[in-house]
């Protein structure tokens, strides 16, 4: 069972930068496909951007497109997002989500879950 936990998350300014990251521990066995979900308030969760296991393929939600990158990190089922020139449209809670996959996943259909880390933009 793999279990993902999030951070990174804070108050940013219009325009400004922020890294999530995610850690994935309890099944180094697996690959996983993974990415990024995020939820506003009152709204469905969304799609945000993914990465295959290898991280050789990554995927992007028009809305993020040329604003955020997704990476995976040298640790197995580490993850990150860098989010730079942000909006007040941004603001969701964040959560990273995981699926034996080797493709991406592009969808909210991921098996795994973390449980969020607040990304509120506002100035």
């Known amino acids: 069972q793999l279990q993902l936990e999030e951070s990174g998350g804070g108050l940013v300014q219009p325009g400004g930068s922020l890294k999530l990251s995610c850690v994935g521990s309890g099944d180094p066995a697996s690959n996983y496909a993974m990415g990024w979900i995020r939820q506003a308030p009152g709204k469905e969760r969304e799609f945000v951007a993914g990465t295959s296991w290898t991280g050789a393929r990554t995927h992007y939600s028009e809305s993020v497109q040329g604003r955020f990158t997704i990476s995976r990190g040298h640790i197995r089922n580490t993850l990150f997002l860098q989010m730079t020139n942000l909006k007040p449209e941004d603001t969701a809670v964040y959560y990273c989500?995981?699926?034996?996959?080797?493709?991406?996943?592009?969808?909210?259909?991921?098996?795994?879950w973390g449980q969020g880390t607040q990304v509120t933009v506002s100035s």
């Open positions: 989500a995981a699926k034996v996959s080797r493709a991406v996943v592009i969808d909210t259909s991921y098996d795994y």
